[in-house]
């Protein structure tokens, strides 16, 4: 089972294949790609630092702990109707997103994110919403 925290739903629908180092990006890679393939895979939603989380760089600004970043879960989590503890398969994360998202909702929920500006996310939750799953990786790793 894999755990992820509130706001990297939206980081998963948006991934195309660049993070903050070669080894975030490669475990990033690898989640992606089996939720891709099994959408029955099961999730476990939690609070604060997840599988993700763990591959962030040591050499880098570590922004995991912020308070911003648990706001930015529990906001996310809000918005789609689940909550730390709850587990479900990636198939039901979509139907929420299909149900409660619009392809604005990057853009409001996701504040600050330097990732926010390239729209990888916000192409890759239209490629959701309208029901082709998770979009394939395709940026070069950092
Ligand atoms: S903008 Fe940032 S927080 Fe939002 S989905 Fe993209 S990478 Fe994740």
Known sequence: MYQ??????????????????????????????????????????????????????????????????YERDAAILAFLGLHVGQIVTWETIEQRLKIYAKPDSIQKLCGDCTWRKFGYCEHGLNHVLDGHGLQGVKAPLP
Request: charged share 20%; hydrophobic share 35%.
């Open 4 to 69: 992820l925290r509130g706001h990297h739903i939206f980081c998963m629908v948006g991934y195309q294949g660049a993070g903050y180092s070669a080894e975030y990006a490669a475990n990033m890679t690898a989640v992606h790609t089996k939720l891709q393939q099994n959408p029955q895979k099961l999730v476990q939603i939690i609070s604060g630092p997840d599988m993700l989380c763990a591959k962030f760089p040591c050499d880098q600004e570590n922004h995991c702990e912020e308070r911003r970043i």
